[in-house]
């Protein structure tokens, strides 16, 4: 059979409960790291959700003004791996930088 065949890819096995878990905890590893980066007013929050290709976890910001900035989260980072750290800082940046461009655009910049 050829790989566009119906029943071709990942089987439709369920997710376990430790790899569940585990994006769970990177989840909220990196929305705290990335909360304690930005002041309140910025949203962080995040979710975790099942598609084809499995369990996601997404971490968002929602800064005063402008589009959310949001990133993907991998399950194998722990809370001391530099990428939690690395991930909430980009995040902090793009979220501060979405408020800086949606401020120079808003109705006060045309003064």
Not at 32 to 37: E, F, P, Y
Not at 58 to 68: D, H
């Amino acid at each position: 059979m050829h790989g566009n065949a119906p029943h071709a890819g990942p089987p439709d096995a369920e997710p376990s409960a430790e790899r569940r878990r585990t994006l769970r905890r990177e989840l909220v590893d990196v929305a705290a790291s990335t909360r304690a980066l930005l002041s309140d007013e910025f949203v962080v929050g995040g979710e975790i959700s099942g598609g084809a290709d499995g369990l996601r976890a997404t971490v968002a910001v929602r800064p005063p003004a402008g589009s959310v900035v949001s990133a993907g989260v991998e399950a194998e980072a722990g809370a001391d791996d530099p990428t939690v750290e690395t991930l909430a800082r980009d995040l902090a940046a793009g979220a501060v930088l979405e408020a800086k461009r949606a401020g120079r655009s808003g109705p006060r910049a045309a003064r």
